[in-house]
C-alpha cells in the first residue's frame, strides 16, 4: 500500500483542500492529513478541533485518514511509512515557498519525495485565511467550507467577538 502524507495547518481545512485530497488517490492508496501543531502560527481552532473538522471534511473520502503531528515532516513521513509528501499549489507565488520546502525536506532524508498538485481552478484562490476574512464580515461559506465547518467557523468568530 503506498501512503501520502498532506501536511498542513488546515485552520480551517477548505474544498480546496478536500480536492486536493480527493484527487492525490489518484496517486497513492492512503493519505494521512497530517494536522499540524505549528508554533509559529496562531490558529483560531487548536490542534484537536482542527483534526475533528478535517474528519468532518473527509469522511466520505475512502483511503484517507487524519492524525495530529508535531516536529519534524520528515521524520513523521518515515514514522507513518509514506512514499510522498502531498503539497498543492494555487499560484505561482506558492510554488517558491513549496519548492524551497522540498529540497529542504530531500536534503534531511534523501529518499523523499515531493508530489505537487496544481489546485482545481475553481479553488486556485482559495486560502484558510481568506475564508476566515469572508466569514468575519457574515459573507457566505458553501463555495468554501463544508456546510459543518461552516457553522462552527461563524459561532467561534461570533463568540470571539462577544
Request: hydrophobic letters at 45%.
Amino acid at each position: 500500500m503506498t501512503i501520502g502524507i498532506y501536511p498542513g495547518t488546515f485552520d480551517p481545512l477548505t474544498r480546496g483542500h478536500t480536492d486536493v485530497i480527493a484527487r492525490s488517490l489518484r496517486l497513492v492508496d492512503q493519505v494521512i492529513v497530517a494536522v499540524a501543531l505549528n508554533p509559529r502560527k496562531v490558529p483560531l481552532f487548536d490542534l484537536k478541533e482542527r483534526v475533528e473538522l478535517a474528519e468532518i471534511a473527509t469522511q466520505g473520502l475512502k483511503g484517507v485518514s487524519v492524525e495530529p503531528f508535531d516536529g519534524l515532516l520528515v521524520n513523521y513521513v518515515r514514522q507513518r511509512g509514506a512514499l510522498a509528501i502531498i503539497r498543492g499549489l494555487r499560484a505561482v507565488s506558492d510554488f517558491e515557498h513549496e519548492f524551497q520546502m522540498a529540497l529542504l525536506n530531500r536534503k534531511l532524508d534523501s529518499n523523499l519525495e515531493t508530489v505537487f498538485l496544481m489546485s482545481s481552478e475553481e479553488y486556485s484562490y482559495l486560502t484558510s485565511s481568506m475564508v476566515k476574512e469572508v466569514a468575519s464580515v457574515g459573507g457566505p461559506l458553501h463555495h468554501f467550507l463544508h456546510p459543518e465547518i461552516a457553522e462552527r467557523l461563524q459561532a467561534r468568530l461570533r463568540r470571539n467577538a462577544q
